[in-house]
């Protein structure tokens, strides 16, 4: 079973896409923020790490760069989401992040889901 890292400062939306995720069989961890999600990633090595954008203590950006200078946890694959579209300019300049633009529905966040743990095809 995959395991989901889910970072949302709000308590509901959070909640809300843990739901999502177990409905769909996926085993989930979560917090409210980038500092104890980066703390926690380094503990569990997530299959996935879902993270709002804006928050309080730690932003998906920063727990991006944090991630990316561990080994451990360097590869593994993140979405951020956001319901603030172009957040800062910085949408999109990450090859390596999906984004989602809140709010998304269950399809749109599955779909997301697969397409970052499905297995990438080797080049003959």
Do not use: C
């Not at 395991?3 to 308590?11: A, F, R």
């Amino acid at each position: 079973m995959k395991k989901i890292l889910v970072v949302d400062d709000e308590d509901t939306f959070r909640e809300m896409v843990v739901v999502m995720l177990k409905k769909e069989g996926y085993e989930t961890m979560e917090t409210d923020n980038g500092l104890n999600a980066f703390e926690l990633a380094k503990a569990h090595v997530p299959d996935m790490i879902i993270s709002d954008v804006m928050m309080y203590s730690g932003s998906g950006f920063i727990l991006r760069e944090f991630l990316k200078r561990e080994t451990l946890t360097a590869k593994i694959p993140l979405i951020l989401m956001s319901g603030k579209a172009q957040v800062a300019g910085a949408w999109g300049s990450d090859p390596d992040v999906d984004y989602l633009q809140k709010p998304f529905s269950h399809d749109d966040l599955i779909a997301a889901v697969n397409r970052k743990l499905k297995p990438k095809r080797k080049k003959k």
